[in-house]
Structure formats: structure tokens, C-alpha cells
Nanobody, 127 residues
Framework: QVQLVESGGGLVQAGGSLRLSCAAS????????MGWFRQVSGKEREFVAA????????NYADSVKGRFTISRDNAKNTVYLQMNSLKPEDTAVYFC????????????????????WGQGTQVTVSS
């Protein structure tokens, strides 16, 4: 089992940047594929980015391609989401998620595929 804690959210002006962090408990972080999702109040949670356990395979939602970067540091049990050129429509609660996988190259885009979730961190982008 793994526990996830996000941090790094906040208020930023449009065009600005933020880096979210997601710290995982446990000693087997490298066995987990990781993902970031976001949710606006009253709407469904949506996929943002995913990374395989090896870090070698990555996928992004079209809405964030070229602006957001997912990365991981297995030595620190942490996954990051670097968000640049932020837009007001990026405003949401951002969640990280984890799924233990046996295929080192697999990443997961679907919310239902993940077993563990953090509590979320609020990102607000002002216009």
C-alpha cells in the first residue's frame, strides 16, 4: 500500500508556472506507474499526465501538451508536475495517483485504473 501527499498548489497569474509534487510513502515507489488528474467542482475528474514506473513512457492530455511536464525521482519517492504557461482553464484541484504495475513501460490514462490517490492540491490561475 502507498500513501500520496500532493503539495505545491497555489494562486498564479495566467502565463505563470507552478510545480506540483507528490510524495509517496513506502519502499516500492519504483514499482508504481504514476499519474496526475484534475477536477473542477461539479465536473468529472480528467486525465492530465501519466508516467510509467520506469519513467521511460509518458503521456499527456492534449490540453496540456507542450506546457506541462511530468517527472519522477524514485530515490525521493516523488513525482512532479511542472506546469508552465498556465491558463485560467487550468484552474482545478490536482490529484496524483499510483498503480502498481508489472510492466515497467506501462502508463495509465484512465482514472479507474489507479488504486491510490492523494488528497489533492488546489491550483488557481487568475486572468
Amino acid at each position: 500500500q502507498v500513501q500520496l501527499v500532493e503539495s505545491g498548489g497555489g494562486l498564479v497569474q495566467a502565463g505563470g508556472s507552478l510545480r506540483l509534487s507528490c510524495a509517496a510513502s513506502g519502499r516500492t515507489f519504483s514499482a508504481y506507474a504514476m499519474g496526475w488528474f484534475r477536477q473542477v467542482s461539479g465536473k468529472e475528474r480528467e486525465f492530465v499526465a501519466a508516467m510509467s514506473r520506469s519513467g521511460g513512457n509518458i503521456n499527456y492530455a492534449d490540453s496540456v501538451k507542450g506546457r506541462f511536464t511530468i517527472s519522477r525521482d524514485n530515490a525521493k519517492n516523488t513525482v512532479y508536475l511542472q506546469m508552465n504557461s498556465l491558463k485560467p482553464e487550468d484552474t482545478a484541484v490536482y490529484f496524483c495517483a499510483a498503480k502498481r504495475t508489472f510492466n515497467s513501460g506501462s502508463y495509465l490514462n484512465a482514472e479507474y485504473a489507479y488504486d491510490y490517490w492523494g488528497q489533492g492540491t488546489q491550483v488557481t490561475v487568475s486572468s
